[in-house]
C-alpha cells in the first residue's frame, strides 16, 4: 500500500490542527466545572489528570484521563480521515506538542501521558494496548506513575520496530524524547529516592 504524501499547506494545516486539539487544558476546564479550584495552583501545579486525583475528585481525574486521551486520539482519526499518512504523522506529534505547552497557559502544560497513550492507540491500536500494558506493569511492580511512563514510551519504539510497525517508529521515538524531557524533574527524584509512589501522599 503506497504511503500518501501531503502538501506543505496540508501538513501545515494539520500541524496547526493538532496543536489546537491537544492544547485544550481538559484538566484545568474539569476542575473549574467541578469547583475543585485552578488546577495550576494545587499540588504539583500539573494540569493532568494524576493532579486532579490530588484533589480527591477520583470523576473528575477519570474525566481528565479521558479528556487528555481523547484529544490525542482525535487528532489521529480526523486525520486519517482527511489527508495522508505524513500529516497523520504531524497532527500526532502536534497534539502532544500542544498538551505540553498550550498557547493558551503561556505554554505551562502536562506531562502528556495520556494524551500519548491516546495517540498510540488510534495511530496503531495493538501497540497503543502494548503501552498500556508495560505502563501498568511497571506502576504494579514499581509503585511509581513516571517510571512506568518512562517505561513505557522507551521501550514502544522498540516493540513497534520489532513487531512490523517500523514506520511510525520516528514518531514513537519523538514522543518518547519529549517524555522524557517533561518527566525531567521525575528522573531527578527518582535518582535520589524522592519520587512519590502511587496510592502515597
Excluded at 505524513?86 to 502536534?94: E, G, H, Y
Excluded at 513505557?152 to 514513537?172: H, K
Aim: aromatic residues 8%; glycine residues 12%; charged residues 10%.
Amino acid at each position: 500500500m503506497p504511503v500518501i504524501e501531503s502538501s506543505l499547506a496540508v501538513l501545515v494545516l494539520w500541524c496547526a490542527v493538532g496543536y489546537l486539539l491537544g492544547s485544550i487544558p481538559g484538566g484545568v476546564i474539569i476542575a473549574r466545572l467541578m469547583g475543585l479550584g485552578d488546577l495550576r495552583t494545587i499540588g504539583s501545579g500539573n494540569i493532568g489528570a494524576t493532579n486532579v486525583l490530588r484533589t480527591g475528585n477520583k470523576k473528575a481525574a477519570a474525566l481528565t484521563l479521558i479528556f487528555d486521551a481523547g484529544k490525542g486520539a482525535v487528532a489521529v482519526l480526523a486525520a486519517r480521515q482527511f489527508a495522508g499518512d505524513d500529516a497523520v504523522q504531524m497532527a500526532a506529534l502536534m497534539a502532544f506538542v500542544g498538551h505540553c505547552f498550550p498557547v493558551w497557559l503561556g505554554f505551562k502544560g502536562g506531562k502528556g501521558v495520556a494524551t500519548y497513550l491516546g495517540i498510540m492507540l488510534a495511530l496503531i491500536w495493538p501497540m497503543g494496548l502494548a503501552a498500556c500494558a508495560i505502563w501498568l506493569v511497571t506502576a504494579l511492580i514499581t509503585r511509581f506513575s513516571s517510571l512506568a511512563a518512562l517505561v513505557a514510551a522507551g521501550a514502544l519504539p522498540i516493540v513497534m520496530t520489532a513487531t512490523g510497525f517500523a514506520s511510525s517508529a520516528v514518531l514513537a521515538v519523538l514522543l518518547a524524547l519529549l517524555i522524557y524531557v517533561r518527566h525531567w524533574g521525575n528522573i531527578q527524584r527518582l535518582r535520589a529516592g524522592t519520587e512519590g509512589r502511587i496510592g502515597v501522599k
